[in-house]
């Protein structure tokens, strides 16, 4: 499983980007799909998660504002991030846990200016 992922930038607080992350093989199959981040200085932490089935998981410090979907037809997942905080500077990764694997894509940049 190959993962590409998009749609990092620069964004000022409180404002909007939304991530994607396209898979090469048919994510309809895919147990679990979402993304971490990691901040300079800091440990990967999980942000949000999506199962095959649509359940979804946020971490709580994300919660409200952020939004997590998949398109099957797309082989893709997009994490929407609205009221962007500077504290959501970070590299985004998505993943796929799949058979007991995870697979990784190369993170994306996202930084917020106060």
């Known amino acids: 499983v190959q993962l590409q992922a998009s749609g990092g930038g620069l964004v000022q607080a409180g404002g909007s980007l939304r991530l994607s992350c396209a898979a090469s093989v048919n994510i309809f199959s895919i147990n679990i799909m979402g993304w971490y981040r990691q901040a300079p200085g800091k440990q990967r932490e999980l942000v949000a998660a999506i199962g095959s089935g649509g359940s979804t998981d946020f971490a709580d410090s994300v919660k409200g504002r952020f939004t997590i979907s998949r398109d099957n037809a797309k082989n893709t997942v997009y994490l929407q991030m609205n009221s962007l905080k500077p504290e959501d500077t970070a590299v985004y990764y998505c993943?796929?846990?799949?058979?007991?694997?995870?697979?990784w894509g190369q993170g994306t940049l996202v930084t917020v200016s106060s």
């Open positions: 993943y796929a846990y799949q058979r007991s694997l995870k697979y």
